[in-house]
């Protein structure tokens, strides 16, 4: 089942600028071409953004 | 031979034996059921990746590994990768160690990270990882970190007499069960014990300069104490981890992390010897030593 | 309800939780964890019959079961059914049940009866069966009684301020692991322990005098001590076995076995109540009591 | 795959006397004539049987 995605104008939750999806996926990581933030796709239909949990160290298991 | 042992019976071991199906496990346990007679204080921490991958794919959720955001690959452990994950290291491996060690008259006792929260840490619900060129988050992951050790239940358990076997998955400050590293969890074990050797036993004769070639053996290396205190998680150790495939990697952060915490010795030694861990107190594998600074008193 | 249960926090409990799926786990721990909170003592035995029987299916091997000569029903446990039986036992439930409890803030610690040889007893190799109208002797089977309970461990832990969750397998003498009555090693454990009371939660409210009709369930059973010491194994409490149906007839055996050891009170209760165990000690259920003979001095 | 069964005489290991076989299979117990003990079908071809061993009590798992 191929994953669903995308395309949608949005507007970044840090800076307010509108921000163009291209073919992104739920849960995917965009960069907000404003403010440099990296988003995440929560929601694909309507399109919702949030700030991106941060990078944490990780060493995986 | 580097250096042979002196018999410091007293001295606290930690063992960690990785979960490949190349390890001979019985002679393991018969190497360390006649250290343990001979007064040897023991803990024992296990892997079973290999056999876990098995596993699951005979219960039809096959394993899914995930590459995160700085390039480490780890197991994607959703809720039932999660229980299939306890079903063979808890149940499967672990009972198989401890039934081994107790045929050696050794009064083995098995534990998880999660049991009287041995191994406690954060559970990272969220990743970053890289799938398919994209940058994704990934939730509902039960993984964590290794922050705290109970090493007031294992002195409790080692002074009755007992030989610890313990294996993940740890406990979330909330208590929920979370895969842990197994490599990092017996690095913070040893710091815990503060005991003075670690010995990372695996299906390679330790250390290899030039992987795969098993005669590319780093036999010693020395790393003054404040090289290790460098910002990197493998600082002072930064050779090591460069020549390290994937998943000696971790190994080389685990023992960053157990020296930094005061270990004076990590050996990675090959746990399909005769004899693995006595070879390996003998000399036997790589040797990474803390080299004495000015500051340090002896240990 | 019979009678009130008085608070004697300090009194030690020993609760065995049958394995059905109809149990609501998270019921129980919640009750278990306000007990300990409160300061009682408690040790938890659990079983996995029916979960076991899923995955051995999954996995290709499905349960066999066997009839013994004297008429009791039992599993077919050769090698690799034990190894599906620890994967489930002590891995998936065991550790679900420390999971649930560690959430509700108790120090739960996970061990099999096999970890310091907790249950120990005799590695029964060799079972005589009756299949298709033949006796046949049935080799290899990993089946054990228990004769030995580790209580020097138990009071360990429970000094140390831990609750042990405990699980089949047991140890054979030779330090096998040997799959074993978990309703029988509840009893031994409660006579090692010394616990005035023993609960057995079920799927069902209790003893029923007319199964399978819940409305027939026998509240009080007394019993005379010296009726205990007879030569049957279920000396004393003979009706309660008649009226018992299969898997019941080995818990009161293990009652009788409880008894015999010195436990007051052996309570038979509704695992899927509401606060299961707090009903039980307040009345719920069916209590076999021994009824304080003669030479008997105040419990 | 049906288990091999066999007709075959023996001889009872703790009487000497003779024991007739009929349709048996291995490890299964059989009573001697002769002196009632029972015995196990250690092996078929040939038939070998020794003293079986001791009913235990035994509540089953």
Redesign the interface.
Known sequence: MELQTVDADSECPECFESVRLEAVMQHEIVQCAGCGIDLEVIELDPVSLELAPEEEEDWGE | MAETSPDNSGEQLVIKAGGGKALDLEAIAADVGSLWRAGRRVVLVHGGAETTNE?AE???HPPQF?T???G????R?DRRTL?IF???????L???W??LL????V??????G????LFEGRR?D???IRRGG??????DDW?GTVEKVNG??LR??LG?G?LPVLT??G?SF????V???GD?AAAALATALGAPTLVYLSATPGLLADFPDEDSLIPRFEVARDALSGAA?DAGLEPLSAAAEDRMK?KV?GAAEALRGGAGRIIFADGRAERPVRAALDGAGTHVVVRPGPREEAR
Do not use: F, I
């Open positions: 596993v005979q219960l039809g995930v995160s955001e700085s480490y690959s780890s197991r452990t229980e306890e079903m063979v290291y808890c149940g499967l672990n009972k198989r401890v039934e107790q045929r050696q008259g009064a083995a006792v098995g534990l998880s999660l049991d009287g929260r990272k969220k990743l970053r994209r940058r994704m988050v990934l939730r993984t007031e239940l409790l358990l009755g007992y993940p998955p406990a909330d208590g929920e069960a895969n842990v590293d990092r998680p971790k952060l």
